[in-house]
């Protein structure tokens, strides 16, 4: 149950986490979907999951 709930929490951080950093980055149209695939892979990784991301928008962008 423990790590049910600890999941849990890291999925709603995670999708929080992606939502201000849309929020931040608005301006400059660098945003990063908030989907399935997004939420897990913050979640699993981290936030180096999240500048991973943004490299990656950065350099196909």
């Known amino acids: ?9 890291k999925i709603i951080i ?12 608005e301006p400059l149209h660098w945003m990063i979907p908030i989907n399935l695939i997004t939420v897990s892979v913050v979640a699993l990784l981290g936030t180096p999951a999240l500048v991973a991301f943004v490299l990656i928008l950065i350099y196909v962008y």
């Open 1 to 9: 149950m423990k790590t049910i709930l600890r999941l849990g929490k």
């Open 14 to 25: 995670s999708a929080f986490l992606l939502y201000g950093y849309n929020l931040l980055v």
